[in-house]
């Protein structure tokens, strides 16, 4: 099941900025063009003087996916999201603990920005979550998180493809499901373990795709974008 929120077909595509500096993220921006409509900021950008980009991303109008992964203390959580509220993000994750989700919450308001939540870190697996002190594994844990997530009031959920169908049956159609780890038909995976095509992730029950390095790396990442948008289209029927 698919959720009945419109969503333009451009805007389901979210590129990934995982690039060194500034400099080289303008100028994939800029070769990006009209092809891209919503960007990803994550730790490797945003801590080399990206968080900025933010804000002139959104006066060009542009959509920017803020990949924080919010975790502290809840008064610190939610007066950073305020702070990145004001940015004119459009989406921005925190770690899926019940505390912090609320504070994100909180912090969030009736701003236009939507907290998603990342339930386990897909590089986590069951021996990795008893290490780290967890009772559950990976699999209940993600479906705990995901109910919480609904209860709270989180607008959306990071996961797999392989996990998005099973989230779905759990949040509704209300809950936005972002997935990354997508490989359009004859790209490398890299260090991605489980990868799915846009077609099939669109099918599992995504709303968006997070892709980077089969756009930022290609030989020609605006083709590159294009061909992605028109599978989701072609998927979306
Ligand atoms: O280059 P690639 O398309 O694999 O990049 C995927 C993007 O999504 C990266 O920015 C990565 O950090 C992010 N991501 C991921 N897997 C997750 C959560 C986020 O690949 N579980």
């Known amino acids: ?83 990145i509220a004001s940015s004119g993000a459009t989406f921005l994750t925190v770690h899926a603990y019940p505390q912090t989700m609320r504070a994100a919450v909180d912090g969030r308001g009736g701003s236009a920005l939507k907290i998603l939540a990342v339930t386990v870190l897909t590089s986590f697996n069951d021996a990795d979550l008893q290490e780290a002190g967890y009772r559950l594994g990976v699999s209940d844990l993600v479906q ?19 996990e998005a169908a099973r989230l779905r049956r759990i949040v509704g159609a209300q809950l936005a499901l972002v997935t990354p780890g997508i490989r359009p038909a004859g790209s490398a995976s890299g260090d991605q373990k489980r990868v799915m095509t846009p077609t099939q992730a669109i099918a599992a029950g995504a709303d968006y795709l997070v892709v980077a390095r089969p756009v930022v790396a290609a030989a020609d990442p605006k083709a590159a974008a294009e061909a992605i948008v028109a599978e989701i289209a072609q998927a979306l029927g």
């Open 144 to 162: 705990a998180r995901a109910g919480q997530a609904k209860a709270i009031g989180v607008d959306g959920l990071v996961c797999s493809g392989e």
């Open 1 to 83: 099941m698919t959720t009945a929120k419109p969503i333009d077909v451009r805007d389901r595509l979210i590129v990934g900025l995982d690039l060194p500096s500034v400099e080289a993220a303008e100028a994939m921006i800029a070769r990006l063009g009209d092809s891209v409509t919503f960007y990803k900021i994550g730790y490797q950008l945003a801590y080399a003087g990206g968080l900025p980009l933010i804000r002139k991303l959104a006066d060009a109008g542009k959509k920017v996916f803020a990949d924080l992964k919010l975790h502290d203390i809840d008064n610190t959580v939610a007066r950073g999201v305020e702070s």
